[in-house]
């Protein structure tokens, strides 16, 4: 079973997920991009059980401002290093904490708020895939 281990900026919060990522993609959304202070963010999902906490779980702080993502960071140095999606069962382990992960994007979600256009011929959804609770409309390139 693969392993990939990540940190915070500052190394202090250490933690691994094992497995497969469950999807990989772009996020446009106004909260990803706020939180992640870039114009898109690169995630990759996973089955929250295969997150494991290895160092600095004390300095793990908590903001949520809706139920569906709790995101997490770093108390130390401020870094930003995964969100929580309770109601998915899903972590978000932000893609540039994990060296060794082959980035391999699926799709981008949330297209719709996009101040980024990226052509890359993935599929542009407008918000979530149906399976998630979304329309699972897709909008063009």
Request: aromatic letters at 10%; proline letters at 7%; glycine letters at 10%.
């Amino acid at each position: 079973m693969s392993k990939y281990q990540g940190s915070c900026f500052c190394g202090t919060v250490k933690f691994q997920v094992s497995g497969a990522p469950a999807a990989m993609g772009y996020c446009h959304c106004d909260s990803c991009r706020r939180w992640s202070a870039g114009p898109v963010n690169a995630f990759s999902l996973w089955p929250a059980d295969t997150l494991e906490i290895l160092a600095g779980e004390d300095q793990v702080g908590e903001f949520h401002l809706t139920e569906k993502s709790y995101r997490k960071w770093c108390r130390q140095c401020g870094g930003h290093v995964f969100t929580d999606h309770p109601g998915f069962g899903l972590v978000d382990v932000y893609v540039a904490n994990l060296p060794q992960l082959k980035f391999e994007p699926a799709l981008h979600v949330h297209y719709q708020e996009s101040v980024l256009p990226i052509r890359d011929g993935l599929p542009k959804m407008k918000d979530m895939p149906a399976e998630m609770g979304g329309s699972g409309e897709t909008l063009p390139e």
